[in-house]
């Protein structure tokens, strides 16, 4: 398996798994945490894209709704609290990816000449 | 409120003491941007002069037919911008190829007629539709030299030859690799690119080193500067390289 052939593995599990999660919580989850959503479907198929991208993070929240322990009011808290690093890594970051694909990138081997390793055999028609 | 306290709101006058810093950080942000896509264009390689040549108008030549795998048109009847004794590689609209059409004219006398890319000293022409594009003509094939240039150690780049003849600008290296790779999937007759020249040519048709298709794994080194070994050989002005895929080494 070479690399491009493991990152679509990758995809496909990740999505195969996000399928699940959308086709479970769509159905049933949604309906045991949030009252307002209840028996109202039409804008649901518009959240499976979303939820077979952050599948994760959906079933970490359904499970602090099901428990009974998400606290509404903090839950942007730990974003907030990242913004000042995040605002300073996005930046450099992005620098350091173009410096790092400039300085990689090969040189022309212009100075390499072709070379006849052995004469030719015969002459064909 | 002081003037410690001052806040901007888009919808109103600027600050007295927001005016200053405002105003640098606009021409900061504009500048730099500027400047970084200036830097960000110059590092990039010339993309050439490959075009498809609309200007030319339709071409129509005739000559004998051959595969290499990929079908090559020897012409015998050619016209000012294609003149006879030259080898023309042929390929089909978009990343297609002509084969099934070529291979029932293997060996015969046919004529072709479609749109010219041309960069420099490598051509290619894109084929008309169905017999538009190639058909029988009349007449016996004359005999076709196939002159073999022995083995060779070469260092460039395998391109797929459309784009490098100009279908994309660029039409070569690492940000083009996907596009040429998808070409070559397609069967668009592949080149590799010599740093210098081998017997008066720098690019050269490449194939199997059995005379088929290039190889799988060749892939994976489509447009980097590599080198490899494989048997040269010439038609017409037109040079085949058969790789040998355990030679490809990735170039520092």
């Known amino acids: 398996m070479n690399q491009a052939e493991a990152i679509l593995m990758g995809l496909r599990i990740w999505g195969s798994i996000g399928a699940v999660v959308a086709a479970i919580f769509l159905t049933i989850g949604m309906d045991r945490i949030d009252e307002d959503a209840r028996e109202a479907y039409i804008f649901r198929p518009l959240l499976i894209p979303g939820v077979l991208v952050i599948w994760p993070l959906v079933l970490w929240r359904w499970y602090l709704y099901e428990g009974g322990r998400d606290q509404w ?4 808290d730990p974003p907030r609290r990242a913004h000042f690093a995040v605002g300073w890594l996005l930046p450099i970051g992005i620098c350091l990816i173009i410096l790092a694909g400039l300085s990689q990138r090969q040189t ?18 | 409120m002081s003037e410690k306290d001052s806040f901007f709101v888009g919808y109103l006058p600027a600050p007295k003491a927001l005016r200053g810093l405002l105003l640098a950080v606009c021409v900061l942000f504009v500048s730099g941007l500027a400047g970084f896509g200036l830097a960000l264009g110059v590092a990039q390689d010339d993309p050439g002069d490959g075009a498809f040549r609309f200007d030319y108008g339709r071409q129509t030549v005739t000559g004998v037919v051959e595969l290499t795998p990929y079908p090559l048109l020897r012409v015998t009847e050619g016209n ?9 590689m042929l390929a089909g609209g978009g990343k297609t190829n002509v084969e099934d059409r070529a291979i029932p004219l293997e060996g015969q006398l046919a004529q072709v007629s479609g749109v010219m890319l041309q960069r420099g000293a490598l051509d290619m022409l894109q084929l008309r539709g169905g017999t538009n594009g190639i058909q029988a003509a009349e007449g016996a094939a004359p005999e076709m030299e196939t002159i073999p240039l022995g083995r060779w150690k070469l260092a460039g780049e395998i391109c797929d030859g459309k784009c490098l003849a100009g279908a994309m600008r660029p039409g070569r290296g690492l940000a083009h690799k996907a596009c040429a790779n998808l070409c070559l999937l397609g069967k668009v007759p592949p080149v590799f690119v010599s740093t210098q020249p081998v017997d008066g040519s720098e690019y050269l048709l490449v194939t199997g080193p059995d005379g088929g298709h290039l190889p799988e794994i060749a892939y994976h080194y489509v447009a ?9 050989e010439r038609r017409g002005d037109l040079l085949v390289l058969r790789m040998d895929p355990d030679t490809l080494e990735v170039l520092p």
């Open chain 2, 80 to 88: 000012e911008q294609i003149p006879a004794g030259h080898t023309l």
């Open chain 2, 224 to 232: 980097q500067y590599v080198s490899l070994e494989g048997e040269v």
């Open chain 1, 108 to 125: 022309w081997p212009a100075d390499l000449a072709p070379v006849q390793l052995s004469a030719p055999a015969e002459v064909s028609q």
């Open chain 1, 73 to 76: 009011a903090r839950r942007y």
